[in-house]
């Protein structure tokens, strides 16, 4: 297939407009600066001929692409994220092309104490000729998911000037959050009104997750015994000591993400705040099976009701938020969805490797909601970090397999 690309144009650009998300905010979006990619994304958009695109209060971008085709197809939905993670600052990004890559370490040039090493990065050994992107060393990149982005768009473009391929509607749908857990909340599901999904927010080429992690939340509220401290015998019980007490008594050895892979799930505390009467301490909890989060909540809660019997005039509260379920449980009972993706691939040249992710994605939810949604690779690596990288090449073969996938849905339509 051979295709005008735009992708990597539009990503250089679309990675220098700032969109970093804030667990802390209240609002939705939780940063008003993710609205200034979106109005970017809508202007293109509507240049391309795309009548409907819009943004709306929440930060969303809606737009369709209208079925050309004469058969009933069922409307599909492309989907990525347009915020960054607040791990890292995605302020004043200055992307990098390192041209016809030949296999060495990327000294970052602003700051040389960040090395892509090829030890460390596996995946580089594989893009031997390609053109790599990288940041400066000062900011992450925003492949993270600046790359589904763009390659969204470029697959839109080239359906749009290429009339001669047949598809189906084709959804877009760009939105904020992802990285805090709420990329979804406000998506209107009737407005969408798809019937399949596939997020383009993977990893490695050629990638297909249709699994991730199910995901629950955990804030522990422990309510110490507070008194002047020159008259605190036998009377003071610290807050502060409980909760340093609690997070040691955890596992060491198991169930945290330093210590665990592949199909292991963890306990992992993200937070602590609080004074001598008063800690809040927030977990996150992950396992790929809703027994197996059951079984490490129950053994977190085990732990805390040990170390609580050292402090008896204290008390906690243990308040468990759902946040996503696997996947796999929606997308099991439509095998079509993940067949029609492995085809695609298949037809871009790749060897399509169906896979799970640590992790999760807006699809994880949308598929919850009535939108069967597994993930598309993207080409990203090292996301969250300065040494955040893409390769062109492997944005290219999303764009291919995103167009692949749209004729395949029709070619299958009656």
């Not at 990004?93 to 892509?116: A, R």
């Not at 990285?179 to 406000?186: A, D, F, Q, S, T």
Request: glycine share 6%; aromatic share 6%.
């Amino acid at each position: 297939m051979k295709i005008n690309h735009t992708a990597s144009q539009r990503f250089l650009k679309y990675v220098q407009i700032d969109t970093q998300s804030d667990p802390n905010s209240p609002t939705q979006p939780s940063t008003e600066k993710q609205k200034n990619l979106a109005k970017v994304l809508v202007e293109e958009l509507l240049e391309m001929g795309i009548k409907d695109a819009h943004l709306d209060e929440y930060g969303y971008v809606y737009a369709t692409l209208p079925s050309n085709s004469s058969k009933k197809v069922p409307v599909i939905c492309y989907c990525s994220h347009m915020d960054t993670s607040p791990d890292c600052s995605g302020k004043d990004v200055h992307p990098i092309v390192h041209k016809n890559y030949q296999g060495q370490d990327i000294v970052l040039p602003k700051d040389s104490t960040q090395i892509l090493k090829v030890k460390e990065h596996p995946d580089l050994a594989n893009q031997l000729g390609n053109d790599i992107i990288t940041a400066d060393g000062t900011t992450l990149l925003g492949a993270d998911n600046k790359a589904g982005v763009a390659e969204i768009m470029d697959a839109i473009h080239h359906l749009i000037t290429h009339p001669e391929i047949k598809h189906g509607s084709i959804r877009i749908l760009f939105t904020p959050d992802e990285e805090i857990g709420r990329g979804v909340n406000k998506v209107d599901i009737k407005k969408l009104a798809a019937d399949f999904g596939y997020t383009v927010d993977g990893e490695s080429l050629g990638h297909l997750e249709d699994e991730t992690f199910s995901a629950d939340g955990v804030i522990l509220t422990l309510n110490g015994i507070s008194t002047h401290p020159g008259f605190a015998k036998n009377k003071m019980e610290n807050a502060i000591k409980i909760a340093a007490a609690i997070i040691n008594a955890l596992p060491r050895t198991t169930d945290s993400p330093e210590t665990t892979e592949q199909k292991e799930g963890f306990i992992h505390p993200t937070s602590i705040e609080g004074l001598l009467e008063k800690v809040i301490i927030k977990f996150i909890i992950r396992s790929f099976s809703n027994d197996g989060l059951a079984e490490l909540e129950n053994k977190l809660k085990d732990t805390v009701d040990k170390v609580m019997l050292q402090f008896p005039k204290s008390t906690y509260s243990f308040e468990v938020e759902q946040q996503y379920r696997n996947m796999k449980l929606v997308l099991d009972k439509f095998p079509q969805v993940t067949a029609f993706a492995m085809e695609a691939m298949k037809r871009s040249g790749l060897n399509p490797v169906q896979s799970s992710i640590r992790g999760g994605t807006d699809g994880s939810r949308l598929s919850f909601m009535g939108l069967p949604c597994p993930n598309i690779f993207a080409g990203e690596h090292a996301f969250h970090s300065k040494l955040e990288w893409v390769s062109i090449q492997d944005m290219n073969k999303a764009v291919e397999t995103l167009v692949n996938l749209a004729m395949i849905w029709e070619e299958n339509s009656k």
